[in-house]
């Protein structure tokens, strides 16, 4: 199933490096030598310096610039690895693990902590973060694109919130990043080099570039959540109009500001995302109430989604983000296909027409209290069974399709395995969000 890949694209002169190294110069962010330079040293001590954050392996050949490494996939998403501070690997006078770096005699900025992908091997760059505030700021701005949000996010519209919105945003996240992941195969444009930019995060170095499915997702969500929201619920515009621009901004510059994407991908993912929107959202209202109401809506739905995650599949060879197009294809068929059986059993019902636009309630302690129970209740659920569905879907793919199983890593790589794993796991947890895990509510009664 696996074939030779084409080779990447070359970038043109307008996604530069050199720009993006700028930008991360002028945000206090300057790489430090690297460490095939250094001389050996004591791997005891690196370890202790080295924290291993188990993050998204999206993982694909390595680009120019780019760590070699093996190429397993994964499932955790990315964090941030060059933590700035003393704490984790940084040590006065710019010496860590004894090495001496060469900052001169002044007292230099802190050094961040060069950190393991443990599902790859991979590693992030020793650099000095000297403007603190914005690295964090921009950790939290790259995470807002990561399934860590996600599986936070939906979920709490949908329990929470409203559960209409809460469907609808994600019947347009499914078509906005299932619609990048393709194009990203079709033009394959490869990362930003290293150096001169330096690569704050390595979790998705090896994925193609265009465009940025970050600032994709951190314009459809924002813009989405307005359109959906207002007049169905009394508050000021200028609220929206005011989070729209904080939020895409703070998701695109972090991508940036990571070394993950040039200033053309940032551009063209917001851009083909006004696109996707003006040409879709008409009928984000049609497609949700087909969902819930229509008599054969869950065969459809399956079939559609596991046609376009085969079809995503044959767009380049093995790669760890077509793991990831086949799990958001499969939550998105397993959101849908719940709140079908919801709708008709009558569990999550939604208000009447005549009562809007609704007013936003008081924040009572009990009402807060159910909110914060329903979150962790609801939450290790999902966890549960996606655990669950993990174990029992690759040994089980692996035997059908005569597979060795001795190594996961490998066997993922085949699409007999991570299809279904991807697909079935995430349907399931799909699934659970939008029906089991509201069922559990009603009977316990905290719905």
């Known amino acids: 199933m696996r074939s030779r890949r084409p080779r990447a694209a070359r970038r043109p002169p307008g996604a530069a490096p050199q720009k993006v190294a700028r930008f991360q110069r002028l945000c206090g962010v300057e790489a430090l030598p690297r460490r095939s330079a250094a001389p050996a040293t004591d791997p005891r001590e690196d370890e202790k310096a080295e924290a291993p954050l188990a993050g998204d392996a999206r993982r694909r050949e390595p680009q120019p610039g780019a760590s070699a490494g093996p190429q397993p996939p994964g499932n955790d998403r990315n964090q941030c690895?060059?933590?700035?501070?003393?704490?984790?690997?940084?040590?006065?006078?710019?010496?860590?693990?004894?090495?001496?770096?060469?900052?001169?005699?002044?007292?230099?900025?802190?050094?961040?902590?060069?950190?393991?992908?443990?599902?790859?091997?991979?590693?992030?760059e020793l650099a000095h973060v000297s403007n603190w505030p914005l690295y964090y700021l921009f950790c939290f701005g790259?995470?807002?694109?990561?399934?860590?949000?996600?599986?936070?996010?939906?979920?709490?519209?949908?329990?929470?919130?409203?559960?209409?919105v809460g469907r609808r945003l994600v019947v347009i996240w499914v078509l906005v990043m299932y619609l990048g992941q393709c194009t990203k195969d079709i033009i394959r444009w490869p990362?930003?080099?290293?150096?001169?930019?330096?690569?704050?995060?390595?979790f998705y170095n090896s994925e193609y570039s265009m465009p940025s499915t970050h600032a994709m997702s951190g314009t459809a969500i924002p813009i989405s959540m307005i359109l959906l929201t207002y007049g169905r619920w009394q508050y000021p515009l200028l609220c929206g109009l005011i989070l729209i621009p904080c939020w895409c901004s703070l998701v695109c510059l972090s991508r940036i500001y990571m070394g993950m994407h040039s200033i053309l991908d940032i551009i063209a993912g917001f851009l083909y995302t006004i696109l996707i929107l003006a040409i879709f959202y008409p009928f984000v209202d049609l497609i949700d109430d087909f969902n819930q109401t229509h008599k054969y809506a869950p065969l459809i739905i399956i079939g559609l989604h596991l046609a376009l995650g085969i079809f995503s599949f044959t767009l380049d060879t093995w790669s760890t983000s077509r793991g990831d197009t086949a799990e958001i294809l499969g939550s998105g068929a397993g959101i849908a296909c719940g709140s079908h059986v919801s709708h008709n059993v009558g569990l999550m019902?939604?208000?009447?027409?005549?009562?809007?636009?609704?007013a936003l309630p008081p924040i009572t302690v009990t009402m807060f209290g159910k909110a914060i129970l329903r979150i962790l209740i609801g939450m290790v659920f999902v966890l549960i069974v996606r655990d669950i569905m993990k174990r029992i879907t690759i040994p089980l793919a692996c035997k059908i399709f005569s597979i060795p199983c001795d190594d996961i890593r490998k066997a993922r790589q085949h699409m007999e395995v991570e299809l279904p794993y991807r697909y079935i796991t995430y349907g399931m947890v799909g699934f659970s969000i939008t029906f089991l895990v509201p069922y559990l509510f009603f009977f316990i009664g905290i719905s």
């Open 81 to 124: 690895p060059a933590k700035p501070g003393g704490g984790g690997g940084g040590a006065p006078n710019g010496v860590r693990n004894g090495l001496a770096t060469e900052l001169g005699p002044a007292s230099p900025p802190r050094v961040g902590a060069l950190r393991r992908n443990s599902l790859t091997g991979e590693e992030g």
């Open 191 to 202: 990362r930003p080099a290293s150096p001169p930019v330096v690569k704050l995060e390595v």
């Open 349 to 358: 019902l939604d208000p009447s027409l005549d009562i809007l636009p609704l």
């Open 142 to 164: 790259t995470e807002l694109g990561n399934e860590l949000f996600y599986i936070l996010f939906f979920p709490f519209w949908i329990w929470n919130l409203d559960a209409l």
